[in-house]
């Protein structure tokens, strides 16, 4: 199939002339800045932070290339992933018009995103076992598909999509393909994103919210074409991201090593945690995870759920979604929250079972 961006793209985007900030139109560190009407005095805060940010985000990006293997030039950053998928929606979709393909069980904000832009979603449910069902999702495109969105390793499930599923799509529709790769550094696969020269209909997300332990700091990446990236640059708010968290991010992306150790220990707890939920009698399934966390089948999960909360043990519900039913979420934790997990599980399931 023949991509063409610009037929994809909504016409007053194209033509749209974007705001051009202070920090556009002179982009040097030096010099007496009276062109942005900032506080030339400082900061109220011991912190000096009284001037806008880098709105490029140029050193970071530099920075995150280099180990993530990509060109400055095809990376946005964002505030968390949700602000690229929210600018996809804005970029590509006409209200009211167009439509997406999710498959559900998904990432839920692709779905809410989707309604706050007054786009139609359709959705093509994966398998029983978690995996595309490449052929419906095809069968599903209409002349006003825009975007497929495909969630790898998928969350709630934890499964990593059969990469042969995924490019089936990428050369068989002629939209934009998002492959949200927010659990990836905790797979044994490769990021997409190490393939944006074959696919010039592919955008892949990633976030600093989970292996790197950043969440508070919401840094969100997407890797496209140099073409994709300028246009989210393009209807982009001028200063998304502050400078506390450049700064600190830039900081933090020094340690490698640690972040490493950490995603090596990560996987250590959960091949014990999993462990331990499948010697659980009651424990009806623990799917098999390429992420942070398990999806188990349990008797009456959202009875379970509950009791947990009263333990103060909180999981995830997601016994109401779609191909979930009965089933928790468990992010893994340290060992000590795993064994208090563990031992908690077992005493709810156990008497719950034998009062129902």
Request: aromatic share 8%.
């Amino acid at each position: 199939m023949a991509f063409d961006l610009q037929k994809l793209l909504r016409p007053h985007i194209a033509s749209l002339k974007p705001y051009s900030s202070a920090r556009d139109e002179y982009t040097g560190e030096e010099g007496i800045f009276l062109d942005a009407n900032e506080n030339a005095l400082g900061s109220v805060s011991e912190q000096t932070f009284n001037r806008y940010p880098d709105p490029y985000q140029s050193k970071l990006k530099k920075k995150l290339g280099e180990i993530k293997q990509v060109l400055p030039a095809n990376i946005f950053l964002g505030n968390g992933s949700d602000e690229a998928i929210d600018l996809l929606f804005r970029a590509f979709c006409n209200p009211g018009v167009d439509n997406v393909i999710i498959m559900p069980p998904t990432y839920g904000m692709y779905e809410v995103s989707a309604g706050i832009n007054d786009v139609a979603t359709k959705k093509v449910p994966l398998s029983s076992s978690f995996e595309i069902e490449v052929e419906k999702v095809l069968e599903a495109v209409d002349q006003h598909t825009k975007i497929i969105f495909i969630c790898s390793p998928n969350n709630p499930s934890g499964n990593k999509i059969s990469r042969q599923s995924i490019y089936q799509i990428l050369t068989k529709f002629d939209g934009l393909v998002v492959i949200d790769e927010a659990y990836i550094d905790f797979s044994d696969e490769p990021s997409f994103s190490l393939e944006l020269n074959h696919y010039p209909n592919m955008l892949v997300m990633q976030t600093l919210s989970k292996a790197w332990g950043l969440a508070a700091l919401r840094l969100g990446m997407a890797y496209a074409s140099k073409e994709i990236i300028g246009i989210l640059n393009k209807i982009k708010p001028p200063y998304n991201i502050s400078g506390l968290t450049q700064d600190t991010v830039l900081k933090a992306m020094g340690n490698t090593k640690v972040l490493a150790d950490m995603v090596k220990e990560i996987l250590v707890q959960k091949d014990k945690l999993e462990l331990a939920l499948e010697q659980i009698p009651e424990v009806e399934k623990v799917y098999p995870s390429a992420a942070n966390f398990l999806l188990a089948k349990v008797p009456h999960a959202n009875q379970v759920y509950q009791k947990l909360i009263e333990e103060k043990i909180i999981v995830r519900d997601r016994s109401k979604v779609q191909r979930c039913e009965d089933c928790l979420r468990i992010t893994v934790g340290n060992e000590e929250e795993n064994k208090q997990f563990i031992q908690a599980l077992k005493e709810v399931l156990h008497v719950y079972t034998k009062t129902t």
